[in-house]
């Protein structure tokens, strides 16, 4: 197969995923929203997808937030700092069982990979919150700032 064919291949599987993920939020279908990411991931993350990953990010109806900031973790898109800075903060209901805020972790990973002077802003408002746990995080993503460096988008 030539490489032409193959990267029409790419986009054509890349369009359907991002189609699905529209659909899945049309609907208000989390198992789409799911399935999509899921379909996602296998094929490789895209920058196209951004978009519609941070509209879902900021969407309280599903259940699938953590997969959300690991995509935006991966694809470190500059975009994204707003809406990761915001899902830290969120309490959802169905992670009312998660007393160590693992949500707000990672996003306070995405935001240190991203790596943007906005990202960096960020993590200080979080380093602010009232809730120690979620300050903490962010808290130690700004003390690794430099150490961190190569995982850096910028």
């Known amino acids: 197969m030539t490489s032409s064919v193959r990267l029409g291949m790419n986009m054509n599987k890349?369009?359907?995923?991002?189609?699905?993920?529209?659909?899945?939020?049309?609907?208000r279908d989390a198992a789409g929203v799911e399935l999509a990411l899921n379909q996602a991931f296998d094929a490789g993350l895209t920058p196209d997808l951004v978009p519609i990953l941070v509209e879902v990010l900021g969407m309280a109806w599903?259940?699938?937030?953590?997969?959300?900031?690991?995509a935006l973790q991966k694809l470190r898109p500059s975009q994204?700092?707003?809406?990761?800075?915001?899902?830290?903060?969120?309490?959802?209901?169905?992670?009312?069982y998660d007393e160590?805020?693992?949500?707000?972790?990672?996003?306070?990973?995405?935001?240190?990979?991203?790596?943007?002077?906005?990202?960096?802003?960020?993590?200080?408002?979080l380093?602010?919150?009232?809730?120690?746990i979620i300050a903490g995080y962010a808290q130690k993503r700004l003390d690794k700032w430099d150490q961190e460096l190569d995982r850096k988008g910028v």
């Open 80 to 96: 994204a700092v707003q809406g990761l800075r915001e899902a830290a903060v969120v309490a959802h209901e169905y992670l009312n």
């Open 127 to 132: 380093a602010g919150v009232q809730n120690e």
């Open 62 to 70: 599903h259940t699938r937030h953590e997969d959300v900031v690991r």
């Open 14 to 27: 890349d369009n359907q995923i991002l189609s699905a993920l529209h659909h899945a939020v049309d609907c």
């Open 100 to 125: 160590f805020f693992g949500l707000a972790r990672k996003c306070t990973w995405a935001l240190a990979d991203i790596g943007t002077p906005e990202a960096k802003a960020a993590l200080y408002e």
